[in-house]
């Protein structure tokens, strides 16, 4: 991975891996108490790729990634992995291996009989348990640790452990439930690095759940936006971010602000052809920006400062305008003043009607 220690080269020769297609295809899971946690799933995730599940808790992400491994029956629907269809295959038929929140790793075995343990478990000859082992743990950069238990090892390096226990049987997919979500900050904002970098190196197949947008966005090749057991989005990261498909979306992807239209100059309605519309109108915050309306495409947002966040460079004002409590990303140099003159351009808008569905105006 990317930390490698100083001074090391390269893995010459990371293992072979050969990433698979993974394929919902109309999946329902609807428990015994009638509790419908996957709601018609249909999902393609690409080969080499990483895609990522995004969802608030208890959106059904974790349930669609078991349903993948085979830890979790599902009611209706099929899953295909590759060109075969495992519906009811066992877990250990389908080729993938899982990345939990804790590295689970046995805490009485080295770092080295952890990695190697799934290769006694399928009685892979002695020799070539070593070779694979010391080859997961080279490209990890944990070769120097694999004599430490887990209490011997960092957050980090455990984590690293427990991606070498799931790469050394060489799946066709990585499924990462939230793998790094109990390591601090700065530790998961360099292991989500050191796991792109990982992956590009040797093009596994990923699909990783989290809840956290950041994280989400950072990751994904592809993003798929989780609700309610239902997809509600899924493309590329960029493309669900700048059109989201629903005010949900919209929502849940970075600090969005939602308006009644009836808030909005009738005139800003009138010239994208939604008058006589009831409709929801959001704007980011990082797209308001400080000062009046400059020009004809500005909308005036001047409101009362209730609460400032400082986020380094950035500052996140909450502000009170026409009733409404709005959120404005400035710079943290940006002078915050009773009443603090905002605006926002026009093509920076979203329209969302009744039903919470996006409203292309007219352009």
Known sequence: MTSRT??????????????N??????????????????????????????????????????????????LSDVTDGTIHIGDA??????????GVAMVFQGSALYPDKTAYKNIEFPLRMARVPRAERRRRVHEVAELLDVTHLLERRPGELSGGQRQRVGIGRALVRRPGVVLMDEPFSALDAELRTRMRTELLALQREINMTIVYVTHD??????????LVVLCDGAVEQAGEPE????????????????????????????AVLRERGLTGRDLTIGFRAEDIRPGPPGGPG??????????????????????????????????????????MPLHIRRDHLHFFDTADQRVEPRS
């Open 6 to 19: 100083a001074g090391a080269e390269p893995v010459t020769n990371p293992p072979a891996m050969s990433g």
């Open 21 to 70: 297609s993974v394929e919902c295809r109309a999946i329902r899971k609807v428990y015994p108490d009638g509790t419908e946690a996957l709601r018609d799933v249909s999902l393609f995730f690409p080969a080499g790729k990483i895609s990522v599940l995004l969802g608030a808790s208890g959106c059904g992400k974790t349930t669609l990634l078991r349903s993948i491994a085979g």
């Open 85 to 94: 269809d495992v519906t009811r295959g066992s877990p250990l038929s389908r």
């Open 213 to 222: 947008q950041a994280e989400a966005l950072s990751l994904a090749d592809r």
């Open 239 to 266: 493309a669900v971010f700048r059109k989201p498909r629903t005010g949900y979306v919209a929502r849940f992807l970075g600090a969005m602000n939602m308006l009644p239209s009836g808030l909005v100059s009738e």
């Open 298 to 339: 500005d909308i005036d947002l001047a409101g009362t400062p209730t609460v400032t966040e400082l986020l380094g460079r950035e500052r996140l004002v909450h502000f009170a305008h026409k009733g409404q409590t709005l959120r404005a990303r400035v710079h943290a140099d940006d002078p915050v003043t009773d009443p």
